[in-house]
C-alpha cells in the first residue's frame, strides 16, 4: 500500500486559488490516486480521482507528473465552505481492503 | 439518488447495553462498508460487505458484530463496548469492491459510550 503524504494544514483567502500536494512515492504501477472532502461531522465526499496526467470536473482539478509519485489537488476561487479536511488515497484497482485515509489536509478559507 | 442514511444520528450507550447502528442505500450498490472515526483522526476501515457477504473484517473486537440482511441494508451491532469506542461510525457504498469505484458515506452515527 502506497503511503501518501499531505501538508497538515493550509489557509487560503476566499477567492484564491488552493493547491494540495500530496506525495506518493512509493506509488504502484496499477494505483489510482482519489480525493475526498470531510466536513465536520459528515463522511467523507468523492471529490476526483486520476491515474495520470491532469483531470478535471465541475470541482476541481488533479495534476499528476509523470513519474506519479506526487499529485496536486487544485481548488479553484475557494469559498468560506470549501473548509474541509481533504484526503488524498492511493491504491490498487482491485481490494478494497487497501482503503486507507492518511492524515489528510484541513483547509481553512478566510473571509 | 446517491444517499446513504444512517440512523441513530446519536447514541449514548453504557458498556453493558447492546444497541446497533443501520445503514441504508437505495442505489443498487453491492458493496457496503463500516468506518470508525475518531475526533480529528482519518476514518478507518472495519468492515466491508460484497453481495451480501462479509469480504472483510480488519481485525475488529467481537463486541461490534456487522450483519447485511440484505442488498439495502447494514446493522452494526453494539455489545459490550468500553469508553474508547466511543466515535462517529461512517457507512459507506460502492457499485463493487474495486478500488476505484466512488465510494458514497452517510452523514455517520455518533456513539458515546459511558
Known amino acids: 500500500l502506497a503511503k501518501t503524504t499531505q501538508p497538515i494544514s493550509m489557509d487560503s483567502y476566499e477567492g484564491q486559488e488552493v493547491n494540495i500536494t500530496c506525495s506518493h512515492n512509493?506509488?504502484?504501477?496499477?494505483?489510482?490516486i482519489t480525493w475526498y472532502q470531510q466536513f465536520p461531522s459528515q463522511g467523507p465526499r468523492f471529490i476526483i480521482q486520476?491515474?495520470?496526467t491532469k483531470v478535471t470536473n465541475e470541482v476541481a482539478s488533479l495534476f499528476i507528473p509523470a513519474d506519479r509519485k506526487s499529485s496536486t489537488l487544485s481548488l479553484p476561487r475557494v469559498s468560506l465552505s470549501d473548509t474541509a479536511v481533504y484526503y488524498c488515497l492511493v491504491g490498487p484497482e482491485t481490494g478494497a481492503n487497501n482503503l486507507f485515509f492518511g492524515t489528510g489536509t484541513r483547509l481553512t478559507v478566510i473571509p | 439518488d446517491t444517499e446513504v442514511t444512517q440512523t441513530p444520528k446519536h447514541l449514548v450507550m453504557g458498556m453493558t447495553n447492546k444497541k446497533s447502528l443501520k445503514c441504508e442505500q437505495h442505489?443498487?450498490?453491492?458493496?457496503m462498508y463500516w468506518y470508525k472515526q475518531k475526533a480529528k483522526k482519518p476514518p478507518e476501515l472495519m468492515f466491508v460487505y460484497s453481495y451480501e457477504k462479509l469480504s472483510i473484517n480488519e481485525s475488529v473486537p467481537s463486541r461490534f458484530s456487522p450483519e447485511c440482511p440484505n442488498s439495502s441494508l447494514l446493522n452494526l451491532h453494539l455489545h459490550a463496548l468500553q469508553p474508547e469506542d466511543s466515535a462517529l461510525y461512517l457507512c459507506a457504498s460502492s457499485q463493487g469492491t474495486a478500488y476505484q469505484e466512488t465510494q458514497y458515506f452517510g452523514p455517520g452515527t455518533r456513539l458515546l459510550v459511558l
Open positions: 486520476g491515474y495520470k
Open positions: 512509493n506509488i504502484a504501477t496499477n494505483d489510482y
Open positions: 442505489m443498487g450498490h453491492r458493496a
